[in-house]
């Protein structure tokens, strides 16, 4: 069964880190591209960072550069997202998305995070 399950989410102060993990289960993960979303309340769900399948190539939007670095580890199934010096306006619902092109593409769950002192 094919899941993406998302953690790492929560409360964290303005300036503060905090590290999202998304582990993959059910399909080849090192074939798909990686990436995170995130959706704020009243807003359009919004790319914030991509990762190619062999974890060489990244991009960012631009409001989190220089902030927000993704990675991946293909033997753990696993991609991350370090968020640092966090801002009020980064707080959403942040979702892992695996996309690979002719085949569907899978969404987690979502995990809370909430910038707010």
């Known amino acids: 069964q094919v899941q993406l399950v998302e953690s790492g989410g929560g409360l964290v102060q303005p300036g503060g880190s905090l590290r999202l993990s998304c582990a993959a289960f059910g399909f080849t993960f090192s074939s798909y591209v990686m990436s995170w979303y995130r959706q704020a309340p009243g807003k359009e769900r919004e790319l914030v960072a991509t990762?190619?399948?062999?974890?060489?190539?990244?991009n960012y939007a631009d409001s989190v550069k220089e902030r927000f670095t993704i990675f991946k580890d293909n033997a753990k199934n696993t991609v991350y997202l370090q968020m640092n010096i966090l801002k009020p306006e980064d707080t959403a619902v942040y979702y892992c998305n695996a996309k690979r092109r002719n085949y569907n593409d899978y969404w987690g769950q979502g995990t809370q995070v909430t910038v707010s002192s």
């Open positions: 990762i190619s399948s062999v974890g060489g190539s990244t």
